[in-house]
């Protein structure tokens, strides 16, 4: 019954843990939680940093990439200007279906001339065409002197990420440049959002272009929400920290500042685009709703009480079930053990219940196994006590007492060669010698195995290789009167 400590002390740790529970979720669940967010916006800014990093760098390769087709370079060859602003405008198109077959079709696709004009772009040939892009945009100027370069536009008064990249002659001489652009949508911010578990939102020069709020729908149908895209230019541009001007001065992220949304509070990190050739005003700010974390578990008080309660109740169900059950049998199985490790290798295991019953059979099947005696029959209440009187029992191996001290090691060659006689043959000569032993003196011999005698002088040769702290123990068979026993030899 002492078991039963275990039900009571797990009672208790269940309802310590629940009162500790309910006192971290419930006492400082604001502030665990504003940690917690604060740590989110500040690893999703890191990604997001490395990210559109690397996203840039791959936009800078693929307009390179196209600038170095032959049928582009070609362009420039032409004679007349409708002729190159024909072949311009189908290198765009071609390109743009190109781009469009692996999921990256470009907003706009366009050729400079080496002075930076539009001769062509994709959907409308007439569109910018004479444009002069160069003076406009530094970053053209740096493609047109053979460097690819990445840049963030306010391009038809939509923030464009575009890459632009120089077309060079097979001499090495610049004929020109090849443009891609692409819209930052509220697509790309919700993409982004997805990925981070952050929301995202892209500003350029002083304004909020778009953000990954949403208004409806979900998915390709999501609808970007215009109120809280506008709504963001407060925080931002018109607060007293103004954390978008910080992070473009600072030239690196700010640390986590709050504010509030729409009557919700928010943790958020703001951080200047990486890797723009001449643009230093865009950026963009990660953010997540504190007050939409605490409203997720602001029911978990309350729950962890419940389920506190319960599970004491259970626990405690439990334990009694069990000591009731199980741990009044299992007490009585290990008992029987502790018999059998003490050396009584006759013990028979008695049925302890209903649950056991198996267990108890199994025991005695495998201990007659073992030591190479007859199975016990399952039908047989009681033993026969005059068949049992002359069966031989392992209580009747007689060891030598064993005299104080320690031994010395013995020159004795009998001893000798007994350490050197193989393990093998050792056990079957001395059970041989032991068994004609006790015939000779007319001793019970019913019952007894060579498997069963090698286990109980195991048993004691365990017992004495650590009292002695030799390397084993042998035994010599003895006769004295009509008493057979077994002498102990150190083997050092």
Known sequence: MHRMKIGLFAAIVLLAVTAGVYVATSGDLKASVTRKVEDNVSRAQRLHHQINRLEGIDFANLSTVLARKPAV???????????RREAAFSECEVANALLAKEGRKADIVAILDPGGK????DLNPNALYGEDLRAKYPAVDMALK???????????????????????????TTAGALLLGNVLTAKEAQAKRDLLGTQVA????????????VSEGTGDNAKEDGNKTHALNGPLFQSADNPALAALNKGGPTEVFRFKLEGREYAAVAAPMPGNATDK?????????????????????TKVIGFGLLAVLVALGAAVMTAVRFIKPLDKIELGVAEIINGNIDYTFKPVGPDFEGLSNGLNVMLARLLGREEPNEDAIEDDEEAEASKWRSDQMYVEDVAPGQPSPSTDPAVMALAQENEGAYHPRVFGEYLAALKSKGKPTEGITVQAFTAKLRLIE????????????RFRVMTNGDQVTLKPVPIY
């Open 73 to 83: 370079v070609a362009i420039f060859d032409k004679e007349g200007e409708a002729e």
């Open 118 to 121: 539009v001769v062509a772009r």
């Open 146 to 172: 053979g460097v690819a370069t990445k840049d963030i536009w306010n391009f038809s008064n939509r923030m464009h990420r575009v890459a632009i990249a120089p077309i060079t002659r097979p001499d090495g």
């Open 202 to 213: 892209y500003f350029h020069a002083g304004k909020v272009h778009t953000s990954s709020f």
């Open 281 to 301: 005003s865009s950026g963009v700010v990660v953010m997540k709703s504190i007050d939409d974390e605490v409203d997720a578990v602001s029911g978990a008080g």
């Open 462 to 473: 365990g017992g004495l290789k650590q009292k002695w702290s030799c390397k084993a123990v």
